[in-house]
Nanobody
Framework: QVQLAESGGRLVQAGGSLRLSCLAS????????MGWFRQPPGKEREFVAV????????YYADDVKGRFTISRDNAKSTLYLQMNSLKPETTAVYYC????????????????WGQGTQVTVSS
């Protein structure tokens, strides 16, 4: 059974940092792009960042550029999202996703999803 399991979400004060992790099991995604999405309260799920299988190509949503860093360790089957300078509007459930076959910004392109991890940023 293929699983993506996010971890690392918690309550943090504005200006703080968090590192999210996503552990893949059941199959390897070392040849596939992987991404992070988030769903703020009452809103649609939205693209945050994506990384190619080698890590050589990375894209970010405009509002996280310079604050968030996506990375991966294929040997550990783990995807990461380092989040710095957190803002209250960063509050959301964060999801990792893998193996897109269309636009990397489109949730419908991804074949595999985790259950999400809650990030809450207090002001």
């Amino acid at each position: 059974q293929v699983q993506l399991a996010e971890s690392g979400g918690r309550l943090v004060q504005a200006g703080g940092s968090l590192r999210l992790s996503c552990l893949a099991s059941g199959r390897t995604f070392s040849s596939d792009p992987m991404g992070w999405f988030r769903q703020p309260p009452g809103k649609e799920r939205e693209f945050v960042a994506v990384i190619s299988w080698s890590g050589s190509t990375i894209y970010y949503a405009d509002d996280v550029k310079g604050r968030f860093t996506i990375s991966r360790d294929n040997a550990k089957s783990t995807l990461y999202l380092q989040m710095n300078s957190l803002k209250p509007e960063t509050t959301a459930v964060y999801y990792c996703a893998a193996d897109p076959d269309g636009s990397y910004r489109d949730t419908g392109s991804y074949h595999y999803w985790g259950q999400g991890t809650q990030v809450t940023v207090s002001s």
